[in-house]
């Protein structure tokens, strides 16, 4: 089974910045992809960014050039800088893996941390 811990969520101020943390355990064979979701009260849920094992990210339109997603392999943990926050991004963020593991096959499933809320007020 895999465990993903997430860390960094609280309250900022407009325009400052938070750092998200997600570190998964478990037996782990290897990690495709990292990333975070984020849904805020009667909104849908958002990709906010992902990263793959090669390094290549992708971001949601709304965070590109403020966030940046990086990852240690080594650590299987991935990070999410967030910089010039705004209220409208308020919201629970929820940290994924898309895992490898061996379970008498080889078995690929996403995972999922407990979700961390980020609010960003005055």
């Known amino acids: 089974q895999v465990q993903l811990v997430e860390s960094g969520g609280g309250l900022v101020q407009p325009g400052g910045s938070l750092m998200l943390s997600c570190a998964a355990s478990?037996?782990?064979?290897?990690?495709?992809?990292m990333g975070w979701y984020r849904q805020a009260p009667g909104k849908e849920r958002e990709l906010v960014a992902t990263?793959?094992?090669?390094?290549?990210?992708r971001y949601a339109d709304s965070v590109k050039g403020r966030f940046t997603i990086s990852r240690d392999n080594a650590k299987n943990t991935a990070y999410l800088q967030m910089n010039s926050l705004n209220a409208e991004d308020t919201a629970v963020y929820s940290c994924?893996?898309?895992?490898?593991?061996?379970?008498?096959?080889?078995?690929?499933?996403?995972?999922w941390g407990q979700g961390t809320q980020v609010t960003v007020s005055s």
């Open positions: 478990g037996s782990i064979f290897s990690i495709n992809a």
């Open positions: 994924y893996a898309n895992a490898k593991t061996y379970r008498g096959i080889w078995v690929t499933n996403d995972y």
């Open positions: 990263i793959v094992s090669g390094g290549g990210t």
